[in-house]
Nanobody, 124 residues
Framework: QVQLVESGGGLVEPGGSLRLSCAASGLTFGRYNGGWFRQGPGKEREFVAAIRWTSSTHYADSVKGRFTISRDNAKTTVYLQMDSLKPEDTATYYC??????????????????WGQGTPVTVSA
């Protein structure tokens, strides 16, 4: 049984930082792409960042230069370091795992497995 468990969300002031973690089990982690998506209140789920099994990284324009995605295959964990957080980053953040091709890396349909989500609130 595949499980993805996120942690690290919480309340932070604008300009602050958070590090999200996604621990995976039940799959051959090194063969999967890892992705982070988010869904804000009243909004659709949107792509945030992805790291392919090759370790190449991809980011949404809205977070480029502020967020960093990484992976530790030995720990079967994907991380999302979020710096210079803004109120518009407020959302529930979901990690995902899949084997989609590069051109589909931004599409939620390219991921077969999802975590339960961790809330992030950026507010003074």
């Amino acid at each position: 049984q595949v499980q993805l468990v996120e942690s690290g969300g919480g309340l932070v002031e604008p300009g602050g930082s958070l590090r999200l973690s996604c621990a995976a089990s039940g799959l051959t982690f090194g063969r999967y792409n890892g992705g982070w998506f988010r869904q804000g209140p009243g909004k659709e789920r949107e792509f945030v960042a992805a790291i392919r099994w090759t370790s190449s990284t991809h980011y949404a324009d809205s977070v480029k230069g502020r967020f960093t995605i990484s992976r530790d295959n030995a720990k079967t964990t994907v991380y999302l370091q979020m710096d210079s957080l803004k109120p518009e980053d407020t959302a529930t953040y979901y990690c995902a795992a899949g084997t989609t091709i590069l051109s589909n890396i931004h599409n939620p349909d390219g991921y077969a497995y999802w975590g339960q989500g961790t809330p992030v609130t950026v507010s003074a």
